[in-house]
């Protein structure tokens, strides 16, 4: 993936800050397990791809100690320089385009990455490339397509003008070249790839503060995209906005599915 004007979710629109906490709050507590139950610890070499916010390489500075390293990249960096410093290195790097930014890691990781990443089998082979043999990788990706909607329990017209608004969202992504179901395909793509071990599993928020939170931010970031592309009019937004605010709905993101193998 390259930066450019049409990249949909922008690190330095205002609004990818929300979105840092809310993914923080969401899915944070899910990759840590995983994580732990991989055996990360002291003196680790690790790969965080396309990190974006700062809590999960924050987190595995803390695992790793002054003997381990974490090597943090992203296209763009911006968010990461309040952790630069050791363990902790902070590099420009497209996972899609570029070598490895190194070899013989123990764990490589990448969360809601890859879907939005045009050349994602290659990005996904150089991870692989990058671990020494038995190092982990744990890639974690969302599914949009296996469930599409806001607010599942679509029960009135509150909830079926978001369910639209998300179809926007979906269409957009889609037409930048995101691939909406490729969540579901990790297992075999991680085995496909002569990965051992592998094992996967998924997490599915169906309401809760963060949600909330994720929904107003990325409609607020979305909003002149939705507009320009006849998806959606500002009353449309104006009016969905008012309702997320209100409280009162059930508000669901899309499942992460989180997939691990060990290269042989």
Not at 35 to 61: F, K, M, N, Q
Not at 110 to 128: C, G, N, Q, T
Not at 190 to 202: C, K, P, T
Request: include cysteine; hydrophobic fraction near 40%.
């Amino acid at each position: 993936m390259t930066p450019s004007d049409g990249y949909l979710l922008d690190n330095r629109q205002a609004e990818a800050g929300e979105r840092f906490d809310a993914f923080a709050s969401l899915f944070d507590p899910t990759t840590f397990r995983h994580l732990e139950r991989l055996g990360i610890g002291p003196g680790w070499r690790c790969w965080e791809v396309g990190a974006g916010g700062t809590s999960v390489v924050s987190w595995l500075g803390r695992k790793v100690g002054p003997a381990g390293t974490v090597l943090a990249t992203d296209i763009d960096t911006s968010r990461l320089e309040t952790v630069a410093g050791p363990p902790v290195e902070v590099r420009t790097h497209d996972v899609g385009a570029e070598e490895p930014p190194g070899r013989g890691f123990d764990l490589v990781h990448a969360r809601l990455v890859l879907v939005h990443v045009p050349d994602r089998e290659r990005a996904l082979h150089s991870m692989i490339e990058a671990l020494r043999p038995g190092g982990l990788l744990l890639i974690e990706d969302a599914d949009p397509a296996l469930q599409p909607l806001t607010c599942p329990d679509e029960h009135g017209p509150e909830e079926r003008l978001a369910n639209r608004l998300r179809q926007g969202f979906r269409r957009l992504l889609a037409e930048r070249g995101a691939d909406l179901s490729y969540g579901r395909r990790l297992p075999r793509l991680l085995r496909e790839a002569g990965l051992r071990q592998v094992e996967a599993d998924a997490y599915f928020p169906l309401t809760s503060p963060a949600c909330t939170a994720l929904e107003l931010a990325t409609v607020r970031q979305i909003r002149e995209r939705l507009v320009e592309a006849g998806l959606a009019t500002d009353e449309d937004i104006d009016r969905h906005l008012a309702n997320v605010a209100a409280g009162g709905m059930d508000l669901a993101t899309a499942p992460m599915i989180s997939a691990w193998g060990r290269k042989v």
